[in-house]
C-alpha cells in the first residue's frame, strides 16, 4: 500500500535549534498514528510542518504522491489534510454553529445550498455531542466541549488526514472515555496522525506510533513494541517502568 | 449572523429607508439640506465598516477611497465634460484600482503598520493633488457648474441640485449600499471575513486564502467609499483637497465607533448622531470641538461598542 503521507529528511531549524531534523516518515491511508514523545522533542513543529503553519528549512513532504513540500496551508486544507489547534482555537465569539458553518462551507461546491450548510454543519456537531449547544457562543461552552467543537470543526473539512494536537488535554477522565471512541470512528473516514501525552489513551487508540526525541525518531512500532523498546523506556516511560 | 428569519432582518432595513425616505416631505428646508450630506457620509462609513468593523483591519487612510470617488468623477465632469453616470462610473473605477493596488502593497503588513502604511498611502494622494493643482485646483478646489450636474436619463432629467432631487438620489446611494451590506455579512462570504477578524490564523487552517479575502474586502470598502466620493461631488458640487486629509480617514472611523461596529445600521446612527452634535454644538460655541471630544469620552466609557451595538446586547440579538 503507497503511504498516504510520506516526509524525506525533514528539516526545520530555528537559529541554532534543530526542532525537527531530518525525519523520514510515513503513515499508510486508514491507519491512526500516535506521535509521543517528551516536551520539546519537536511533535508539534512537525505536524505544523506537514500542515504548512510553516515551512521546512529542507526536505520533501508528499501527500498521497503529490509534493506539497511549498504548497500553502489552506491549499493543503483543501487537498484533505486537517489540524486541530493544541491550544483550543474555537471562534469565541462566533456561535458553535457558526464555528462549523465556517469549514462546511468551504466544502460546499455550491456556496448558496442553504440547506446542506445547515445539514453539515447539523451532522458534524452531533457526531461529537454537541448538536444541542448550536446557538451557544464558543467562548460560552465548558472547556471539554470547546476541544469537541475544535475536532468537529476538523471533521467538517471531510478531511482524509487529521491531525489532532493533545486533543485529550484538559478533559476530564469521563470526557476522554468517550473521546476515545469518537476517535475510532472518525478513522473509519480518514487517516489519523494524533500527538497525545496521555499513554493510556495512545496505547488504546495506535495503530502504530512513533517516538520523537530531540527532533528526531528514536523508535516507531505497534503498542507492544514500543511498550518493551528499551530506548524509549530510557527516554519517555521512564526507566523505572519496565 | 445567526440564522435569524430573514423578513424580519429585511423588514427592519426596508423601515429605515422608508422612514428616511418620508422625512423628505416633513424636515423643515434646513436638515433636508443636511439629510443627503449625512447618507453620503454615511454610505462612506459603511464602506468603511465593512472592512473595519467585519473584517478587523483599522485603515487610517480611508480619505483617500473617498478622494478617488470624488476627484474621479469630479474632474471628468470639469475637464472632460462627461455626463452624470459616465464621470460616477470613473470615481467607481478610480476607487476600484485605487484600492487594489493599495490593498496589494498594504495587506503585506498588519495591526499597527497597516494603519500607518494606509495613512502615508492617503497622504500621498493628498499631496499629488495639491502637487497638480493646475488640473486639480490645489487648495482650493474645483466647483462643478450647475448645469453640468444634471442627470438626464433619456425619458427625464433630474437637476441634481434641487434639494428634493439631491436628497432622493443620496437616499438611493445610501439604500443600495446598505442593502449590498446586509447581502455580504449574511453571505458565507461575511462569515469569512468576521472570521478572519476573530481569527486570521485558524481562519488560514479552515483552507480558506485569508489574503484574497482581506484584498476583495479592501476592494470592496475602496469602491463604496468612492461611490460616497463621486456622488459628494456630483451632488454637492464641490470638489476639495480637504476630503483627502487625515481628518477625513479619522471621521469614518468616528462614526462607525459611535453607531457601533460591525452593525449594518451603525454607520448612520453614528454618523447622523455626529453631524448633528458638531452642527448643535458649533451654533452655541466656537468650541465645538471639546463638546465633540467630550461626547467621545462619554461614548467610549460607557458604550464602548458603539450606540447599537449597546443596543444589540440588550435588546435584539439578532440585529446584523
Known sequence: MTPLLTTRGLTRSFGGLRAVDGVDFAVLPGEIRAIIGPNGAGKTTFVSLVCGRILPSSGAILFDGEDITDMPAHRRVRLGIAYTFQITSVYANLSAYDNVALPVQRTLADGRAKGALHAGVMEALARVGLADRAAMPAGQLAYGHQRLLEVAMGLALKPRLLVLDEPTQGLSDAEIDDFIPLVREIARTATVLIIEHNIPVVMQLADRITVFEAGRILAEGTPEQIRRNVAVQEAYLGSGHG | ?320
Open chain 2, 1 to 320: 449572523m445567526n440564522e435569524t428569519p430573514p423578513a424580519r432582518l429585511y423588514g427592519l432595513h426596508l423601515a429605515v429607508v422608508l422612514a428616511l425616505f418620508g422625512l423628505n416631505f416633513v424636515l423643515p428646508d434646513y436638515h433636508q439640506g443636511l439629510f443627503p450630506r449625512i447618507m453620503v457620509l454615511a454610505t462612506f462609513a459603511m464602506g468603511y465598516n465593512l472592512l473595519f468593523g467585519y473584517c478587523g483591519l483599522l485603515s487610517l487612510g480611508h480619505a483617500m477611497f473617498f478622494a478617488a470617488g470624488l476627484y474621479g468623477a469630479g474632474l471628468a465632469v470639469a475637464h472632460l465634460g462627461w455626463a452624470v453616470p459616465a464621470a460616477f462610473a470613473a470615481g467607481l473605477a478610480c476607487g476600484a484600482l485605487l484600492s487594489l493596488a493599495v490593498g496589494v502593497l498594504a495587506l503585506r503588513t498588519s495591526g499597527v503598520a497597516f494603519m500607518i502604511v494606509t495613512m502615508m498611502f492617503s497622504q500621498v494622494l493628498a499631496l499629488a493633488i495639491l502637487y497638480f493643482a493646475p488640473w486639480t485646483g490645489g487648495d482650493q478646489g474645483l466647483v462643478l457648474p450647475q448645469q453640468a450636474r444634471v442627470l438626464n436619463l433619456g425619458f427625464a432629467a433630474f437637476d441634481l441640485t434641487h434639494p428634493a432631487v439631491r436628497y432622493m438620489a443620496a437616499l438611493f446611494l445610501f439604500a443600495v449600499v446598505l442593502l449590498v451590506t446586509l447581502a455580504i455579512v449574511r453571505s458565507p462570504w461575511g462569515r469569512v471575513l468576521v472570521a478572519i477578524r476573530e481569527n486570521e490564523e485558524r481562519t488560514r487552517m479552515l483552507g480558506y486564502d485569508t489574503f484574497a479575502s482581506k484584498l476583495a474586502a479592501v476592494v470592496v470598502s475602496g469602491v463604496v467609499c468612492a461611490a460616497a466620493g463621486a456622488a459628494w461631488a456630483l451632488l454637492f458640487g464641490y470638489v476639495g483637497a480637504n476630503f483627502a486629509s487625515v481628518q477625513y480617514s479619522i471621521l469614518p472611523l468616528l462614526w462607525v465607533l459611535m453607531g457601533g461596529a460591525a452593525t449594518t445600521l451603525g454607520p448612520l446612527v453614528g454618523t447622523l448622531a455626529m453631524y448633528y452634535v458638531i452642527d448643535i454644538a458649533s451654533s452655541h460655541t466656537s468650541a465645538w470641538l471639546l463638546i465633540v471630544g467630550v461626547a467621545l469620552v462619554l461614548l467610549v466609557l460607557f458604550f464602548p461598542k458603539g450606540i447599537l451595538g449597546a443596543l444589540r446586547r440588550r435588546w435584539p440579538g439578532w440585529l446584523p
